[in-house]
């Protein structure tokens, strides 16, 4: 079983950027943490970020035969960004959409989800664990749905 983790804009500065919310694990930290987690899990995880619209969307549908879901945190491109939304429809993969903080606790405008409604979930504020969270719940959905 596959994996891709995709990583949106801004997450290349994580564990440097505004640290007293997003904390000072870097992304090259979680990318290792998500790395051991899959190994114990009995999956692989492939890594990726951009801080490019395009890219991300280019990723998802390159995803697709030979990936099995999506972890993929779409920073604030989760609050604009309507062709997100439609290539996670669109690329057909379960994805989990994760956040290290909890937006419904932060400023208005990061209460409202464009991607949530096609997610299979999403995992928010539990700082850089959310990641490990949204893996974990993302391969037991997989690992039941195969089981069927």
Known sequence: ????????????????REPELYGRV?????????????????????????AHEGVL????????????GVVFNPG???????????????AGLPTVEVHVSNPQAREPFRHRSLVA??????VSGFGV????????GLVQHLQSHAAR
């Open 1 to 16: 079983m596959r994996i891709l983790v995709l990583h949106g804009p801004n997450l290349q500065a994580l564990g440097t």
């Open 26 to 50: 870097t992304l090259d930290e979680v990318n290792s943490r998500l790395q051991s987690l899959a190994s114990e899990l009995g999956c692989e995880v492939e890594t990726f970020q951009s």
């Open 57 to 68: 969307i280019d990723a998802l549908y390159q995803a697709r035969g030979r990936c099995h």
């Open 76 to 90: 604030g491109l989760t609050h604009t960004s309507v062709a997100v939304r439609d290539a996670i429809a669109g």
């Open 117 to 122: 409604g096609v997610a299979l979930g999403t």
């Open 129 to 136: 664990d959310s990641y490990r969270l949204a893996l974990r």
